[in-house]
């Protein structure tokens, strides 16, 4: 399978992609940012945002999309920009058709990391284990995309089974 991470922000959208299944080695394809200069009005930076994630979409191909889930920070401004360049992100799979799955900070850490508290550098260097990489991805935005990517093959796959199995269980039986 092929997922997309993205790493929302509105001067740095990390995306990754990575492609791999559980239980098996994971192959990053590709990592980088989308940039949006500080000065330019959010509907504009909202805009290249898109046009960015797009293209990546065009390139890359992804059957799923997992996206970092907004978590309330002290700086407002901050909080909002990330929401809005999540929504985008959203939307860009959404009008391909393609799944989307939200995870917390605390979630993709503890997946690649085994801690949910894992500093920055620590997902780095485990990113670059795991996807067997020379060195570390930069800038960390791109890091943090590939790490969301790793974290849905390992998690979301099987958080999917359990939701199928659980909805057939729930079938009334003939």
């Known amino acids: 399978m092929r997922v997309l991470g993205v790493d929302p922000g509105l001067t740095r ?4 992609v990575v492609d791999g299944a559980p239980g098996r080695p994971l192959h990053m394809v590709a990592c980088g940012v989308v940039r949006t200069p500080a000065e330019m009005d959010i509907p504009l930076r909202l805009l290249e ?3 960015g994630l797009d293209a990546w979409f065009d390139t890359h191909q992804p059957e799923l999309v997992a ?3 907004v978590f309330a920070q002290h700086n407002v401004r901050t909080v909002m920009g990330t929401a809005q360049a999540s929504a985008v992100a959203m939307l860009c799979a959404t009008r391909r058709g393609i799944p989307v799955t939200l995870h917390t900070p605390s979630e993709v850490k503890a997946a690649v990391s085994g801690s949910g508290r894992a500093e920055k550098a620590q997902v780095g260097a485990m990113v670059t284990r795991i996807l067997r990489l020379d060195a570390p991805p ?3 935005d791109a890091a943090d995309a590939l790490a969301l990517a790793i974290c849905h093959i390992w ?3 099987a958080n999917n089974r359990i939701a199928a199995a659980l ?8």
């Open 138 to 140: 930069k800038p960390a």
């Open 13 to 16: 959208c990390g995306v990754g």
């Open 67 to 69: 996206v970092e889930r």
């Open 155 to 157: 998690r979301g796959t």
């Open 167 to 174: 909805s057939r269980a729930r079938e009334p039986r003939a």
């Open 49 to 51: 945002i898109e046009r």
